[in-house]
């Protein structure tokens, strides 16, 4: 083993820093406690079951699409209550000690999980009656159906915190009493029997569409990518990033954004992204010369970024699906050159503020060897690939693709162990107990990662239940009157309201609660003044910053995860990290304007290219002048050119009619041109200064 080598499997991960971070990770995503005796094995043995009951409805077991949501969300309340206490500080009053209690499960928390349950499979357990019954509740159905609500808001306050509960309790407040408000805001407003019917005892609530997203798709993705990380893919893939690009100039950075890319392909959490790579990317960019917060920035925008790759996308790309009803490959089609093209804009930025600090990349001979890296490694593809190829050639549904894709990685995992054993001549047996025990550990994993998704995507459901009695032309009237009728103003206030929600939400809930309030907004508003935005593109813009929101300060987790580990103030490596990626916002207004990008209508190969890379030329010359670099160090004027340069990308329709051309893809040349020559000119006065300035 070489000393890069080393450097990677030993130094980070023996700092306090990183040790730090992944206990953000561990009580963000596994909960507070660490009980003890019989009661260690209650939450991962629920947890197992869950897994399994899951993999059994992708492969044997067909139950009605209620059931099926009820059963999720009571697991998903069970692993709450007995993972979260009431209270993360101690409590040191006598007699309520158990609020906070962290070394064991108290036996109030029990109760709640049982009448959780109950609550949650109170759906299930008498649906034909509630359907016979639907619009006049009984008594009973009242009590549940409060209760429900209650216990739901609590976990939600205790996995994720208070934002989505308060915010759902605004959205009730309103239904009851939206009557006593201004004319402009007024309701008409809801008995308890119509909102519970509603929001309890109805599939357009809290058992809505996100929530049977996450129970039929989410999960068995989350799985996917938990159980590849236990099986060793994420320090793979970080060996093979610094093997292709640590020599080169900031090359620890620009491995970090390729790692974090490959990681985000099977991650939904950039938190969990932050762990995996920062620990061994963010030493080493420190080594070759990136300040502190400038080092642990880079990790917290490109591992934020890592919720845009598909397939997964923070488990709201199969959400945009079924709100917009279209296969779920025509949303990673659409998201595809965003995505790709801000992770371009990351690497480049990477790549301008090495050259602004004069660095250097890492020795070869310090660094992994690409071709072994790889050879080590290449059974980690397997899955992938069987994924990828399940979901574009068969086109088989996203679950059961999923399921095909876990069903080879248990294989996987199994024979990494048992190979080397059978080559090494080692005893076969205990190689065959480890691989099944580390199959079972991730499944664990994979059932404790879907909690806070299944909370959020059950607690935003009260929200959009509201909305969907009769809320929805109210928000687009206030909307219109906000903006003035102005899009860009429409436009501006939706990406403001989705950073300042996502301060306080994680990125599924976030995204859900702005598409249903903003999202038909913005096409009809936009038709109103007559300009076409499909609805496809509104629902990408509230995703997007809706996942920009989670290195927001002073809330981001990823920003405080990053700076523990580089050793650097959080509020200065999450505004640093902010400012990375805001300059890859300039996408969501590019795709809004220029649906080219989406590569909506487009279906050949070598245009769907074309449009990718004149994407990625715009997207670098608004990274290039607000970072005041390309070639050399901007001039005024530079900045300008290059911000122009943005605007033929951003709009080559509108300079296509300009400068009288016919077919709008000719414009883009035009950037490309324009771009060129500011590199030229720059170039040519940088040779031309003094040594010393030069």
């Not at 709640?112 to 949650?120: M, N, V």
């Not at 020599?247 to 099977?266: D, E, F, H, I, Q």
């Not at 160090?633 to 033929?648: F, G, H, I, Q």
């Not at 883009?668 to 031309?688: C, D, E, N, P, T």
Request: aromatic residues 10%; neutral net charge; hydrophobic residues 55%.
């Amino acid at each position: 083993m070489n000393k890069a080598e080393n450097e990677l499997d030993q130094s980070p991960l023996q700092d306090e820093g990183a040790t730090a971070a992944k206990r953000m990770q561990e009580e963000e995503e596994l909960g507070l406690r660490c009980p003890q005796g019989w009661q260690k094995m209650v939450v991962p043995t629920i947890a197992l079951v869950w897994s399994l009951f899951q993999l059994s409805l992708s492969s044997w077991l067909l139950l009605d699409s209620t059931y099926i949501r009820a059963i999720h969300l009571t697991f998903a309340l069970l692993i709450v209550f007995l993972s979260y206490p009431m209270f993360k500080r101690d409590i040191d009053i006598p007699g309520l000690r158990w609020l906070g209690e962290k070394h064991g499960i108290p036996w109030a928390d029990f109760v709640f999980a049982a009448i959780a349950a109950l609550a949650a499979l109170y759906l299930a357990l008498d649906y034909e009656g509630i359907a016979n019954r639907i619009g006049s509740a009984n008594t009973l159905d009242v009590v549940v159906g409060v209760t429900l609500v209650i216990i739901l808001l609590e976990a939600a306050r205790r996995v994720i915190g208070p934002a989505l509960p308060v915010i759902a309790l605004i959205f009730t407040a309103y239904a009851f009493f939206g009557r006593y408000m201004p004319d402009f805001l007024a309701f008409k407003g809801v008995s308890l029997p119509r909102y519970l019917s509603q929001i309890t005892l109805s599939t357009e609530g809290i058992y809505g569409i996100p929530l049977d997203v996450s129970a039929r798709i989410v999960f068995l993705f989350v799985l996917f990518g938990a159980m590849l990380d236990r099986a060793g893919a994420g320090k793979f893939f970080i060996d093979l990033a610094m093997s292709l690009l640590g020599r080169y100039k900031g090359g620890p950075a620009k491995a970090a954004v390729l790692s974090s890319g490959l990681t985000g392909l099977v991650s939904g959490s950039s938190i969990a992204n932050v762990v995996t790579t920062g620990t061994f990317t963010i030493p080493l960019m420190k080594k070759v010369g990136y300040p502190p917060h400038k080092a642990a920035a880079i990790e917290v925008a490109v591992s934020t970024n890592g919720q845009l790759m598909p397939p997964i996308m923070g488990a709201a790309a199969f959400i945009i699906a079924e709100y917009v009803n279209v296969p779920y490959l025509e949303v990673v089609k659409a998201a595809a050159v965003p995505a790709f093209a801000s992770y371009a804009a990351l690497f480049y930025l990477t790549h301008l503020e090495a050259c602004k600090l004069g660095m250097k990349g890492l020795p070869k001979a310090d660094l992994p060897r690409f071709v072994a890296t790889l050879v080590a490694g290449l059974h980690y593809l397997i899955p992938i690939l069987v994924l990828l190829y399940e979901l574009i050639v068969p086109r088989h549904s996203p679950d059961l693709a999923a399921y095909h894709a876990i069903s080879v990685l248990v294989v996987v995992m199994v024979l990494q162990h048992l190979i080397p054993a059978r080559l090494q001549g080692r005893p076969l047996l205990p190689a065959l107990k480890f691989g099944c025990k580390e199959v079972i550990v991730g499944m664990i994993a994979g059932g404790r990662n879907m909690v806070s998704v299944a909370i959020a995507t059950a607690a935003a459901g009260i929200i959009v239940g509201v909305v969907t009695m009769g809320l929805g032309g109210l928000v687009t009237d206030i909307i219109d009157l906000l903006s003035g009728g102005s899009l860009i103003m429409m436009l501006g206030i939706t990406a403001v309201a989705s950073l300042i929600l996502g301060m306080g939400l994680p990125t599924t809930a976030n995204y859900i609660v702005m598409a249903s309030l903003t999202a038909p907004a913005l096409v009809t508003i936009a038709e109103w003044q007559g300009f076409a935005v499909p609805l496809i593109a509104a629902h990408l813009f509230v995703f997007y910053f809706g996942i920009l929101a989670d290195d927001t300060p002073p809330v981001g987790l990823a920003a405080y995860a990053a700076a523990a580990i580089a050793r650097a103030d959080p509020i200065k490596t999450g505004l640093q990290g902010f400012m990375y990626d805001i300059r890859t916002a300039i996408l969501p207004f590019m795709f809004i304007f220029n649906t080219d990008i989406l590569l909506l209508g487009v279906d050949s190969p070598m245009l769907a290219v074309y449009i990718f890379v004149m994407t990625c030329v715009g997207a670098f010359a608004f990274a290039a002048a607000t970072q005041g670099w390309f070639a050399t160090k901007n001039r005024w004027y530079d900045a300008l050119l290059l911000l122009t340069v943005s605007a033929v990308m951003f709009r080559p329709d509108y300079f296509s009619r300009l400068a009288g051309i016919d077919n709008h893809y000719y414009t883009y040349l035009i950037g490309v041109v324009l771009w060129a020559a500011i590199y030229m000119l720059q170039k040519m006065r940088g040779s031309s200064a003094p040594p010393a300035m030069a």
